[in-house]
C-alpha cells in the first residue's frame, strides 16, 4: 500500500510534467519513449532501475557545517545533523554488468528534514554531461542502439552523433582518461546540473555541489577481484568505520551558464564547505530502504530551487516512469523469488 501510494503521486507529477511541456504529443519526446530506449540497449530486467540498475544502498547522516546558511533556509544546512538513505551505483541498465564495464560511478541521497521536506540528488563522478538537451540524449541513446537488421549497433552512429554535438567535447576530453576506478570510496560526485540556494530574504544563487572525499577507512582489496568488486569493497571499509565525503557547493558568478549541463564552469569560483556526508552502514539493492526511492532531483526542499536547466524535468519524468514500471514488478526481483520459494 505504501508504494501503491507513492506510486500515484509520482504518476501525478509525471503527469503535470508531461502535460505542462506538450510532451503528450506523439511527435515529441515523452517520458515513456526515453525509458523505451534504454531498454532497447540494456534490456528489460524486471524490477530494477532502467538506468543505474546496478547498486548497493548506504544509510548515514548529514552534519551541517553552517557555511551554508546565509545562502539557503533549508533545514538541511541549518540543523546540526539530518538522516540519509543513500545509493551507490553503476550508470548502466543492466544490473549484472561487471564493475569494469562504465567508468562512471554515481551517488544519489535522500536527506530527509526534521520538517519532514525531503532533498533528492543524483551524482555523478563525471564533471559535465555529454549533452545539454534531452533531446540530444535521446538521440544518444539512439545511436547505441541495436540496427534490427544485425542486431548490433552501428558502429559508425555514436562517432557521427559526437561529430554533430560539438557540446559534447569537455566529457569526450574527459571520458579519454577515465578509468573505472576500484572503489566507490575514493570518488568525487557532483551534481552536474545547477540549481538555486534561496535564503530568508528571498535571494537567489546558482549554485552546483559535489561530494569529496575526505580521509577514508581501511582500504578494500588492492586488486580488483571478480566483476562486483565494488561492493565488496565499499562493505569492507564501512565495516572498519564510518566514510565520510565533504560537500562542496560551487557559486556561480554572473554569465555562467546555469541551464546547460555539459559546460562547465571556470576555475576560480567561490566555494562553500556545507559540512559533511556520513556514511555508517550499507544494505543489499534488492531488500534495502533505497530501493524503494525515486532519487527525484526535482524533490527538493524550502530553500533549494531548480534552475532551467531542461535536463533536471527530463530526468524527474524518466526517473518516474521508471519508478513505476519497476515498482510494479517487485515480485519479480530475484529476492522475491526466493522467498517465494521458501
Known amino acids: 500500500m505504501r508504494l501503491a501510494g507513492i506510486a500515484v503521486v509520482v504518476a ?7 502535460y505542462v511541456n506538450g510532451t503528450l504529443d506523439p511527435q515529441r519526446l515523452t517520458p515513456k519513449k526515453l525509458i523505451n530506449v534504454l531498454e532497447t540497449n540494456n534490456g528489460v530486467h524486471p524490477g530494477f532501475r532502467r538506468n543505474h540498475s546496478k547498486g548497493v544502498c548506504v544509510i548515514g547522516h548529514f552534519e551541517s557545517s553552517g557555511e551554508a546558511r546565509s545562502y539557503s533556509s533549508a533545514q538541511v544546512f541549518n540543523e546540526a545533523r539530518t538522516p540519509v538513505v543513500g545509493r551507490f551505483a553503476l550508470p548502466a541498465g543492466n544490473p549484472y554488468a561487471p564493475d569494469s564495464a562504465v567508468p ?34 535521446y538521440q544518444l541513446q539512439q545511436a547505441q542502439s541495436p540496427d534490427p537488421a544485425t542486431g548490433k549497433p552501428n558502429p559508425a552512429a555514436v562517432p557521427a552523433f559526437f561529430g554533430s554535438h560539438p557540446e559534447a567535447a569537455p566529457f569526450l576530453a574527459w571520458i579519454k582518461t577515465a578509468k573505472p576506478s576500484a572503489s566507490y570510496v575514493t570518488e568525487t560526485y557532483n551534481s552536474v546540473n545547477a540549481f538555486y540556494l ?11 555541489w559535489s561530494m569529496v572525499p575526505v580521509a577514508q577507512g581501511a582500504p578494500g582489496a588492492t586488486t580488483p577481484e571478480g566483476s562486483d568488486y565494488l561492493e565488496k569493497d565499499l562493505v569492507q571499509r564501512i565495516a572498519a568505520g564510518p566514510l565520510r565525503w ?5 557559486l556561480a558568478n554572473p554569465g555562467d551558464p546555469v541551464n ?54 527530463a530526468r524527474s519524468a524518466g526517473y518516474a516512469n521508471s519508478y ?8 519479480q526481483l530475484p529476492a522475491a523469488k526466493q522467498e517465494a520459494r521458501q
Do not use: H
Not at 536527506?111 to 519532514?116: E, I, L, R, S, V
Not at 565533504?246 to 560551487?250: A, C, D, E, H, M
Open 12 to 18: 501525478a507529477a509525471a503527469g503535470a510534467f508531461a
Open 104 to 137: 562512471i560511478r554515481s551517488l544519489a541521497l535522500r536527506f530527509t528534514q526534521a520538517n519532514g521536506q525531503q532533498w533528492r540528488t543524483g551524482m555523478n563522478s563525471m564533471p559535465v554531461f555529454p549533452v545539454g538537451t534531452p533531446e540530444a540524449f
Open 198 to 208: 534561496v535564503n530568508a530574504a528571498g535571494q537567489r544563487q546558482a549554485v552546483r
Open 246 to 250: 565533504q560537500l562542496n557547493i560551487t
Open 260 to 313: 546547460d549541463a555539459s559546460k562547465a564552469w571556470p576555475d576560480g569560483r567561490k566555494v562553500l564547505n556545507a559540512g559533511t556526508l556520513v556514511l555508517e552502514s550499507t544494505q543489499p539493492q534488492l531488500s534495502g530502504e533505497c530501493r524503494d526511492i525515486n532519487y527525484d532531483p526535482l524533490v527538493l526542499p524550502a530553500g533549494i530551487e531548480a534552475s532551467d536547466d531542461p535536463l533536471l524535468a
Open 324 to 331: 513505476l514500471r519497476r515498482t510494479s514488478e517487485v515480485s
